[in-house]
């Protein structure tokens, strides 16, 4: 992911993989699952001058449900959102 530089106050995140489910013996696809509202910052950006940056590499975040951009990069799936929409750190 070095090549990726979020630009002003975007940060790139790596959803955390959801946890699959089975109701019954029946496994629900990928496609009903909810969505991972958890995730690591990979990169972020330099800020704008009325918001300055918070977030750094490595934090573990929560976001909201639809939060974001997807992208994929390297065959991964990542989201790319502004500061803003983190809503905290954990730990």
Do not use: C, F, H
Not at 9 to 17: C, H, Y
Not at 31 to 37: D, S, V, Y
Not at 80 to 89: E, K, N, T, W
Request: aromatic share 2%; glycine share 10%.
């Amino acid at each position: 992911m070095k090549n990726v530089k979020p630009l002003a106050d975007r940060v790139l995140i790596k959803p955390v993989a959801a946890e699959e489910k089975t109701v019954g013996g029946i496994i629900i696809p990928d496609t009903a699952k909810e969505k991972p509202l958890q995730g690591e910052v990979l990169a972020v950006g330099n800020g704008t001058k009325d918001e300055q940056m918070v977030l750094k590499v490595d934090d573990k975040v929560l976001y909201g449900k639809y939060a974001g951009t997807e992208l994929e990069l390297d065959g991964e799936k990542l989201l790319i959102m502004r500061q803003s929409d983190v809503l905290a750190v954990i730990g």
